[in-house]
């Protein structure tokens, strides 16, 4: 008979969740079963084609790069899982593992804020700057959580995430980013960060004022990440639209999503 798998609860333990209020981050080594796993892989290939058809259609002869996405380079394809045939990707941004991360990190309510594939192409010298997730919403707002979800195994070679501890930053608040080519930047020091090395299925779990970095993808295959991001109330635009998504998720603890 095989061993059941772990509870999530078993997952996140006082330790993570101190180091989330002290350091901005924890880590969850293999925390994605390998059916989602396999699933958010197949989903992840579904988009980029489909990203890569809207390319084709872009005009004749098709472009090379649409919004902030570069055919077979880089892709940032965000908050399409509605058009997951099936509610596939429901399942996970809606499922267990992201409410136990809530629970833990933002507390009883959240909403999805954002979801993202972020997807480096092999070989490719695509790097990020240091910067804040709440670097990039002008206006105000409380610290909501990023889950940096793993489709491959990641490290320094294909361009791994860097995480910043609040402790080393020197600050927990949101400071004032500059816009340096494509990248926002708010920390110019010269600490390197903590680089996230880990398998395929696991999570990177971090504040939106924890500095964040990555490197390039020097490796010969592609390096994906499923990125879903969750506050615990509707972020107003300082034109007093709603700012991003507000999908709702837990309310009272409790998973309210469909």
């Given at each position: ?18 180091q989330?209020r ?11 079963e390998?059916?989602?796993l396999?699933?958010?892989?197949g ?10 058809a ?15 996405d570069?055919?077979?380079?880089r892709y ?7 058009e ?13 593992l992201m ?11 959240a909403?999805?804020f ?25 206006a105000?707002?409380?610290?909501y ?13 294909n ?8 402790s080393?930053?020197?600050t927990?608040?949101k ?5 340096v ?25 971090f ?5 964040h970095?990555?490197?390039a993808n020097r ?6 990440v499923y990125?879903t ?7 107003i635009?300082l034109?007093?639209?709603?700012s991003?998504?507000?999908?709702p ?10």
């Amino acid at each position: 008979m095989s061993a059941a798998a772990p509870q999530v609860e078993s997952l996140i333990t006082e330790q993570h969740k101190k180091q989330y209020r002290e350091e901005g981050f924890f880590v969850l080594e293999r925390a994605i079963e390998p059916a989602m796993l396999e699933l958010l892989r197949g989903e992840c290939d579904h988009f980029i084609s489909k990203r890569n058809a809207e390319m084709d259609a872009a005009g004749p002869g098709g472009v090379h790069e649409l919004g902030s996405d570069i055919r077979d380079n880089r892709y940032f394809i965000a908050n399409r899982y509605r058009e997951s045939e099936g509610q596939k990707l429901s399942r996970f941004i809606f499922g267990e593992l992201m409410a136990e991360i809530c629970r833990a990190t933002i507390g009883p309510d959240a909403l999805l804020f954002y979801e993202q594939w972020v997807v480096k192409g092999a070989e490719k010298g695509v790097t990020f700057s240091w910067h804040q997730d709440s670097g990039y919403v002008k206006a105000p707002h409380q610290p909501y959580v990023t889950c940096w979800s793993t489709l491959d195994d990641v490290n320094e070679e294909n361009g791994t995430v860097y995480l910043l501890p609040y402790s080393r930053a020197g600050t927990r608040e949101k400071v004032e980013h500059v816009r340096v080519g494509r990248d926002m930047v708010g920390y110019h020091g010269d600490d390197p960060g903590d680089a996230v090395i880990v398998p395929a299925g696991s999570v990177a779990v971090f504040s939106s004022v924890c500095f964040h970095r990555s490197g390039a993808n020097r490796s010969p295959r592609m390096r994906r990440v499923y990125l879903t991001q969750y506050a615990a109330e509707p972020i107003i635009n300082l034109e007093g639209k709603l700012s991003g998504l507000a999908d709702p998720f837990l309310q009272g603890g409790k998973r309210v999503a469909t």
